[in-house]
Structures are given as structure tokens and as C-alpha cells.
């Protein structure tokens, strides 16, 4: 509540003329009207409103208004009193002294309108750097019109005004045109209201300029049957906002980058021969870079009874930067591969060598019966002889051919 009596001389004549002032007098607050006289000879005193309504004759309230009362009545003296004031009590009142003539007194009031805490427009999403952007910043119900007074951080800048008047009151704004870099990353863009209402609690608004990035990650895999479903982590977490990172299908999409979400990321598919390789981002708004494709590894051609899945990878529609994780994630399966191989290797050569020392152990020379007789004998006769006198004593003997 404000309440300012005009400044000079009470308007009227000393003597027995009556004596007011004007008075000015915040919306929803009180203001007191005096009206006094130097001398009088018991001639009474009346306050009536701009419209002509007599409020007060003497002590005699005359007007029906539970906001108007009486202070003070005396022959010198007629004060009263209007609380809840509001922009309609404005206007002229008159103070009259019942001689003959009648002599009068007019006092002003004066009622402010007090201005609506500023909005500020423009800011729907955060900004891209190279944009260019408008900031309004509105208020309403000030009277007379307030002013608008634009900061960053704590820097005052230049805006463009527009007032527009409302009835009684003044709608008022002021636009700010800014061209985004990177410096105005989180910087507070202020907008204060001045007006004469406003002595104790000034009004005023404030965003903070954020960049933000369209991004999307999409999970390509391929596989037989395909892969699905495709699972997304952060951090080897859950997405931790999931009203700006949007899973539909195989990709991630975030609708506004900011620096909270720096971090890798991970898509997952898999069909139920089990799950397939990860591959792992690491997004940055600060200082893109390209994204880069890891190659794929390679995969067997499926047979009858098995059947091959390829390993996911990530395509990115901005920039990111990539995790180096990524590559030591594929290091890991090329050994194991390389691992099995040499185990087979080393497998085939034990059994070459088993087989090998298996043959040599059953080498040797296999003789005829004629053969064996032929040992002792100085002839072939003899030689013959000899091995059918072998043959006769020896039942269980056989012949091999070789």
C-alpha cells in the first residue's frame, strides 16, 4: 500500500474556505481525505465522491459503502476514510463549506495499478547454437504503464518496448533478439519491472539459456531370426529422463541435449540363441565429433542345425563422441575366436603324434613257414624239409600273407 499527498499549499483560500490535497494511493490500499477550515462559525462540512455521491455531511455518513469511514468531524475538521481503494474510487472529490455561498474544495485521487509478476516467452526448448531467438517478457495491469528493463546476469541490456493500453490499465512488453553461441550456455536472462507501486517488492522473471542437441542413436542388428527386443542403458544403468530420451523401436532419440547427459551408452539385441555384441557411444554437447562405426565381426554362414546372429552397432544421426571401450569390446571376441582355433590346432597335432607313435610300435617282419625252416638249413632241400617237420609239431602254426 502507498499513499502520497501532493506536494504545495492545501488548495483553497485561509479563512473560511475549506483546505484539501491530493492524494495518490496503491490499488487495494487506504487513503485518508481531510478537508479543513481555519475558521468557521459552526457551518458544517461535506465530502462527496467523483460522482457526485455524497459520502459524509458532518458525522452523517450518507452513501451505503462499508469501505468509507468516518475519522474525524469537528467545525475545523471533516476526515474520512477508504480502505480496499480500487481503480473505479479514482477521480475527483469535493470538500464543501455550507455558507452562504456554498464554497468548495476539489482533491484528486489517484490510484495506481499495480503491475503482474512478468512472463517471459521464447523459451519453449532449449537453443542450438547459430539460432536466433526472441525473448518477450510481458506484464499486465500497471497504471500508469510500467517499464521493463531486460539483464544478463547481472549486465543490463537493451530491449524494445510496447505499451498497450487495457481499459484503466497498461499491458507493457519488451522483446530481446539474441543470436546463441556457445557463451550463452547457461546464462540468466533477467526481466524487472519499474513502477512507482512497486517501492518494496519488485517484480521480475528469469530463464537461463540452455543448448540443447537433437540426437539419435539407432541399434542396427541383423540376425537369424532377427534380434528383438533392443534393450538401451546409460552408464550400465536405466535412461535416467525418459521425458527427453524417447525409446520407439531400435532407436534413442533425445529431444534436447544438455551436459547432464554426458555418459555412454549401450544397445543391446538378442533373439533366443542369445544376445549379441555391445556397442558403446559416449555422447558430448560440448565438442562433437564424428561418430564412428566399429566393423562388424564377421559371421558363419548358418547350417541346418545352428544358426547365426550379427552383432549390433550404433548409428547416430548427429555427432558424439565415440567410447574407447568400443574397440576393446571387439578385441575381446577376436581373441576368443583366435583362442578356440589354436586350441583345435593344438588337438590335431596330439592325435597326428598319438597315430604316429601307434603305427611305428606295430612295424615288423612277417615269415612263411618255409621261411622259418630255411634258418638252419644249407639248401633249399633241406630248407623245405625242414618246415614240413615244423609244420607237423606246430598245430596251432598259420601262414600270414602280407
Same mark, same amino acid.
Given at each position: ?7 504545495? &499549499?492545501p ?6 474556505y475549506?483546505?484539501?490535497?491530493? @492524494?495518490?494511493v ?19 462540512l461535506? +465530502?462527496s ?21 468516518l475519522l474525524h468531524?469537528? +467545525?475545523?475538521? *471533516?476526515t474520512?476514510s ?18 452562504m455561498?456554498?464554497?468548495?474544495? %476539489?482533491?484528486?485521487l ?8 512478468p ?12 539460432d536466433?531467438?526472441?525473448l =518477450? ?11 521493463l528493463? +531486460?539483464?544478463?546476469n ?6 524494445? &518496448? ?5 481499459? %484503466?490499465?497498461? =499491458?507493457?512488453?519488451?522483446s530481446?533478439?539474441?543470436h546463441?553461441?556457445?557463451n550463452?550456455?547457461?546464462v ?20 537461463? *539459456?540452455?543448448?540443447?542437441q537433437?540426437l539419435?542413436?539407432?541399434c542396427v542388428s %541383423? ?14 544403468g ?11 523401436? #531400435? $532407436?534413442?532419440?533425445?529431444?534436447? *541435449? ?9 544397445? $543391446? ?5 542369445g544376445?549379441?555384441?555391445?556397442? @558403446?557411444?559416449?555422447?558430448? @554437447? ?12 564377421p559371421?558363419?554362414?548358418p547350417s #541346418? ?7 549390433p552397432? *550404433? ?10 571401450n568400443?574397440?576393446g569390446?571387439h578385441?575381446?571376441?577376436?581373441a576368443l575366436?583366435?583362442?578356440v582355433v ?9 592325435l597326428?603324434?598319438?597315430?604316429g ?5 606295430? &612295424? ?7 621261411? &622259418?625252416?630255411a634258418?638252419?638249413a644249407p ?8 618246415? $614240413? ?8 602254426k ?5
Amino acid at each position: 500500500m502507498q499513499v502520497v499527498a501532493s506536494k504545495g &499549499k492545501p488548495r483553497g483560500i485561509s479563512g473560511q474556505y475549506p483546505l484539501v490535497q491530493n @492524494m495518490t494511493v496503491t490499488e487495494g490500499g487506504t487513503v485518508n481525505m481531510t478537508c479543513r477550515v481555519e475558521y468557521n462559525d459552526n457551518t458544517s462540512l461535506q +465530502w462527496s465522491n467523483p460522482a457526485q455521491q455524497t459520502l459524509f455531511f458532518g458525522d452523517k455518513k450518507a452513501l451505503r459503502d462499508n469501505r468509507i469511514e468516518l475519522l474525524h468531524a469537528s +467545525w475545523s475538521e *471533516l476526515t474520512i476514510s477508504i480502505s480496499d481503494v480500487t481503480l473505479t474510487d479514482e477521480g475527483m472529490y469535493t470538500c464543501s463549506l455550507f455558507t452562504m455561498p456554498v464554497r468548495t474544495a %476539489k482533491a484528486y485521487l489517484t490510484v495506481l495499478g499495480v503491475p503482474e509478476k512478468p512472463e517471459i516467452d521464447g523459451l519453449t526448448k532449449p537453443a542450438l547454437e547459430g539460432d536466433q531467438i526472441t525473448l =518477450t517478457c510481458m506484464t499486465q495491469g500497471s497504471k500508469p504503464a510500467a517499464d521493463l528493463r +531486460w539483464f544478463r546476469n547481472e549486465k543490463e541490456v537493451k530491449g524494445a &518496448k510496447e505499451v498497450n493500453a487495457s481499459g %484503466k490499465t497498461f =499491458t507493457v512488453r519488451s522483446s530481446l533478439q539474441l543470436h546463441v553461441d556457445r557463451n550463452d550456455d547457461g546464462v540468466a536472462y533477467t526481466c524487472k519491472v519499474d513502477h512507482v507501486a512497486l517501492t518494496q517488492t519488485p517484480q521480475q522473471a528469469t530463464e537461463v *539459456l540452455e543448448e540443447g542437441q537433437y540426437l539419435k542413436l539407432e541399434c542396427v542388428s %541383423k540376425g537369424n531370426p532377427s534380434p528383438d527386443p533392443v534393450m538401451w542403458t546409460k552408464d550400465g544403468g536405466e535412461l535416467p529422463d525418459l521425458d527427453r530420451m524417447i525409446v520407439e523401436g #531400435r $532407436e534413442l532419440t533425445f529431444t534436447s *541435449l544438455n551436459k547432464t547427459d554426458n555418459g555412454t551408452y549401450r544397445c $543391446e539385441a538378442s533373439n533366443h540363441l542369445g544376445p549379441a555384441a555391445l556397442n @558403446m557411444y559416449s555422447t558430448s @554437447m560440448t565438442s562433437p565429433q564424428p561418430c564412428l562405426h566399429p566393423p562388424l565381426p564377421p559371421t558363419s554362414h548358418p547350417s #541346418r542345425s545352428y544358426r547365426s546372429i550379427r552383432h549390433p552397432r *550404433l548409428r547416430s544421426t548427429v555427432t558424439g563422441n565415440r567410447d574407447p571401450n568400443a574397440i576393446g569390446q571387439h578385441g575381446t571376441d577376436h581373441a576368443l575366436i583366435g583362442g578356440v582355433v589354436a586350441v583345435v590346432v593344438f588337438v590335431t597335432l596330439c592325435l597326428i603324434i598319438v597315430l604316429g607313435r601307434y603305427l611305428a610300435r606295430h &612295424k615288423g617282419t612277417y615269415l612263411t613257414n618255409e621261411a &622259418k625252416g630255411a634258418d638252419d638249413a644249407p639248401d633249399a632241400d633241406t630248407a623245405i624239409i625242414n618246415a $614240413e617237420g615244423n609244420h607237423a609239431h606246430a598245430e596251432e602254426k598259420k601262414e600270414y600273407f602280407i
